[in-house]
C-alpha cells in the first residue's frame, strides 16, 4: 500500500472480521445488485482495516484506488460475471434524504465509483477501482451512530434483499425490536414499484428472513405496526438470536422440571430413556439419585434445544456427564439408538406429558 495526499493504493487481500459503516449509508437508497453490492462491502471491509483499525487520516482531495482480485468478487470464478458487475457499477448512485429541525427535506446523490478498470498482475485478474476523494468521508466517519456486521455473513448472503436487510437490523444492534414505515424501507432497499404488499413481503422480506437465519443464526420477524384503513403503512420487526432461543427454551425446560411432582418427573424420565439406550441398572440409577435425575433433565434439554450440538453418540454422551460408565447391568433390549436432536422428537419437555405448556406447575 502506498499513499499521498492525493491517492491510496490499497492492494492488501486481508479481510477485517468485522465491517464498519455509518448508518448513513446503511440507510441510504441502493441500487446494487447482490454481486455489485459484494464488491461494495469489500471495498468497506478494506476502509475498515484502513481508517478503523489503522486510523488513517483523511486528507482533502484524496481518492482511493483499490486492487481486489476477481477471485474475492465471486466464488464462481465467473469472471464474465465479475466484469458485467464493475461495469453496471461505475454508473450506480446512493441516495441520502433528511429532513431538518425545520422539516425541510433535503437530498444528495453521488457515484461513488465512478472509474472502474480490470487489470493483470502476476498473472492474476484484478479489478481497479477509484472512490472518489467526495464519497470517503461518508463512508468513514462514523459519529454516534454506525453499522458493524460480519463480513463473511454479508458475503454468504445470495438475495440482495437479504444483504440489505442484514446490515439494517445489524444497525439496531442495542434494540431486540425496531419498526420502518413501509415506503421507506421499499425506498431504501429499492423494491420494485412494480410490488404491491403481498409481493414485497413474500418476495423481499420472507425470502430475506429466511436466508439471513439459516446463514446468519438471526431469527428475523415482523408483522404490520401501523394501518390507514387496510393498508399496512409501517411494519414492526422482532430479532432474536437462535442461540438465546435455545438458551430460553432450556431454561424454560428446566423450570417445568423444577415445578412438577417427583412421580411425574421419573414418569417423564423413563418417556424419554427410550430416546437412549441405557442398561436396566443405569436407569435406576439415574432416578433413584435427584441430583443425578436433575442432570439429566438439563442435559437432555440443552440436546434437544441446539445448545449442544455435533454429539456423535447421545447415549454414550450422557453416560459421561452422568458418571454411569461403570455402572454395568443386564443391557436393555438392543435397538437403533433414535436421533435425539431430530424433529421427530418434541422439543419442549411438556408436550411430551400431553401437550401441557412449558412454565404451568
Known amino acids: 500500500m502506498s499513499n499521498s495526499a492525493k491517492s491510496i493504493l490499497v492492494s492488501s487481500t486481508k479481510n477485517q472480521k468485522n465491517n464498519y459503516q455509518p448508518n448513513l449509508i446503511t440507510e441510504s437508497r441502493q441500487t446494487y445488485s447482490a454481486l455489485e453490492k459484494n464488491i461494495v462491502v469489500t471495498i468497506i471491509n478494506k476502509l475498515t482495516i484502513l481508517y478503523f483499525e489503522k486510523s488513517l487520516p483523511l486528507f482533502p482531495h484524496q481518492e482511493i484506488d483499490f486492487l481486489i482480485p476477481y477471485s474475492e468478487i465471486s466464488s464462481s470464478r465467473n469472471y464474465e460475471e465479475v466484469e458485467q458487475a464493475a461495469k453496471s457499477l461505475q454508473v450506480k448512485q446512493e441516495g441520502f434524504a433528511y429532513t431538518n429541525e425545520k422539516g425541510e427535506r433535503f437530498f444528495k446523490y453521488m457515484v461513488p465509483f465512478p472509474f ?26 462514523m459519529g454516534k451512530q454506525w453499522t458493524s456486521y460480519d463480513f463473511k455473513a454479508m458475503r454468504s448472503l445470495s438475495s440482495v434483499y437479504s444483504k440489505r436487510l442484514y446490515e439494517i437490523l445489524m444497525s439496531h444492534h442495542r434494540s431486540d425490536r425496531f419498526q420502518y414505515d413501509v415506503d421507506h424501507l421499499r425506498h431504501i432497499i429499492n423494491v420494485p414499484t412494480a410490488f404491491d404488499y403481498y409481493e414485497f413481503t413474500r418476495r423481499c422480506l420472507d425470502t430475506a428472513c429466511s436466508e439471513i437465519e439459516k446463514k446468519t443464526g438471526i431469527m428475523l420477524r415482523y408483522e404490520p405496526a401501523r394501518k390507514v384503513g387496510k393498508k399496512v403503512v409501517a411494519i414492526q420487526f422482532f430479532k432474536s438470536s437462535q442461540l438465546a432461543e435455545a438458551q430460553g427454551e432450556a431454561i424454560a425446560n428446566q423450570h417445568y422440571i423444577n415445578n412438577i411432582p417427583v412421580g411425574e418427573a421419573i414418569s417423564l424420565a423413563y418417556r424419554l430413556f427410550e430416546l437412549y439406550t441405557f442398561n436396566e441398572l443405569q436407569r435406576k440409577a439415574i432416578v433413584d439419585d435427584s441430583e443425578r435425575l436433575t442432570t439429566f433433565f438439563r442435559v437432555h434439554s440443552e440436546i434437544v434445544s441446539g445448545l449442544r450440538n455435533d454429539i456423535v453418540n447421545h447415549t454414550a454422551y450422557m453416560v459421561k456427564s452422568l458418571k454411569i460408565e461403570k455402572i454395568r447391568g443386564r443391557p436393555k433390549k438392543k ?27
Open 335 to 361: 435397538v437403533a439408538e433414535k436421533p435425539v436432536g431430530s424433529t421427530s422428537i418434541p422439543k419442549s419437555i411438556g408436550s411430551i406429558l400431553g401437550g401441557m405448556s412449558i412454565g404451568k406447575k
Open 116 to 141: 472502474i478498470e480490470n487489470v493483470k498482475t502476476n498473472g492474476k485478474m484484478f479489478l481497479k477501482i477509484t472512490m472518489t476523494s467526495k464519497a470517503i468521508p461518508y463512508y468513514t466517519e
